[in-house]
Nanobody, 123 residues
Framework: VQLQASGGGLVLAGGSLRLSCVASGSTFSGYDMGWFRQAPGKEREFVAGIGWSGDKYYAESVKGRFIVSRDNAANTRYLQMNSLKPEDTALYYC??????????????????WGQGTQVTVSS
């Protein structure tokens, strides 16, 4: 599975962005998908995920602000980011793994990664 993330940019605090992750070479069928982010000097962290079943998962830091969704027909996953804060500034990645019994929250449990898209939130 090849993943292509897009949609990042520069936004003022309080603004919104929508990230997209398109799969090619295969579909998302049978895969869980996660969004991760990595800020300079920090470890990569789980942001949100959507399982193949459609269940959604969020880090505490983004609950109520970010929404993960999918369009199976378009083979695309989305991350709608609202009420953005300067601390959301990071390189955002989409990742996929074969669907399991539980959503995984650590980056080393994902097999396929997109190239990352930069999100910068200015105050």
């Amino acid at each position: 599975v090849q993943l292509q993330a897009s949609g990042g940019g520069l936004v003022l605090a309080g603004g919104s962005l929508r990230l997209s992750c398109v799969a090619s070479g295969s579909t998302f069928s049978g895969y869980d998908m996660g969004w991760f982010r990595q800020a300079p000097g920090k470890e990569r962290e789980f942001v949100a995920g959507i399982g193949w079943s459609g269940d959604k998962y969020y880090a505490e830091s983004v609950k109520g602000r970010f929404i993960v969704s999918r369009d199976n027909a378009a083979n695309t996953r989305y991350l709608q980011m609202n009420s953005l804060k300067p601390e959301d500034t990071a390189l955002y990645y989409c990742a996929a793994r074969r669907s399991g019994a539980y959503m995984r929250y650590t980056s080393d449990e994902y097999d396929y990664w997109g190239q990352g898209t930069q999100v910068t939130v200015s105050s």
